[in-house]
């Protein structure tokens, strides 16, 4: 099943493709916070979440000719801004001076340095543990985790209940946890920190 745009986003959207500074001024006031919220809790320092926010922004004007008005304009900026957030601590890793700058940023932030590099190695695995999900445990976990959706949104979508969507949840994390543990005989500590960060979205 795919998820579209509302009618009301999906007129922006076809008007950011076209080149309209507007829309993409419409969705900067509509995402903007939301996403600068994640972002923060990515990278715990503010300068670099606010500089991240602004790429996410010019990424998607750069790349606004391919934008799919039938699609999550939502989505697609989460995904712009993962991305990013992968690159900034792939760069970090390599970078003796930007390491410094950012522990004069913040002492606290190095610690988790480590810890979201090690997340983006196993982000492929998480990926091919939903993948394997039935299809209808597969896309309630990817509304409400991946995309941030609400019980009472996914009812309203899928035409199903609240506690229905509850029991989809509950055995897909079971099911990813199983797939960690017998495909790459990952620890439980490293299924915790994985699940934690998939579960702990809003």
């Known amino acids: 099943m795919t998820i579209r745009s509302s009618g009301n986003e999906k007129d922006f959207l076809v008007q950011l493709r076209e080149g309209d500074g507007s829309a993409l001024d419409y ?3 509509q995402y ?3 996403i600068y ?3 923060m809790k990515l990278v715990k320092v503010e ?3 606010e500089e991240l926010l602004q790429d996410v922004f010019v990424k998607v004007w750069e790349r606004r000719h391919l934008i799919d008005p039938e699609q999550s304009f939502r ?3 989460f995904v712009i801004a993962q991305n990013l957030v992968f690159d900034f601590y792939r760069k970090l890793a ?3 001076r930007l390491q410094g700058e950012i522990k004069a940023l913040s002492s606290g932030v ?3 340095v480590e810890e979201d590099i090690y997340m983006k190695e196993t982000h492929d695995i998480l990926n091919e543990a939903i993948d394997k999900l039935p299809s209808q445990q597969k896309l309630v976990f ?3 985790k991946l995309e941030g959706k609400s019980y009472e949104d996914v009812s309203a979508i899928l035409g199903i209940s609240t506690s229905t969507i509850n029991n989809h949840i509950v055995k897909a994390t079971k099911n990813i946890k199983g797939y960690f543990f017998k495909t790459h005989n990952t620890s439980f500590s490293l299924i915790l920190t994985v699940l934690s960060w998939v579960l702990g979205k809003e």
């Open 47 to 49: 300068v670099i979440a």
């Open 75 to 77: 989505s697609y900026l």
């Open 37 to 39: 919220h994640k972002l």
């Open 142 to 144: 990817t509304l409400c």
């Open 32 to 34: 903007s916070l939301r």
């Open 110 to 112: 190095y610690k988790h």
């Open 94 to 96: 390599r970078d003796e």
């Open 27 to 29: 969705f900067y006031r």
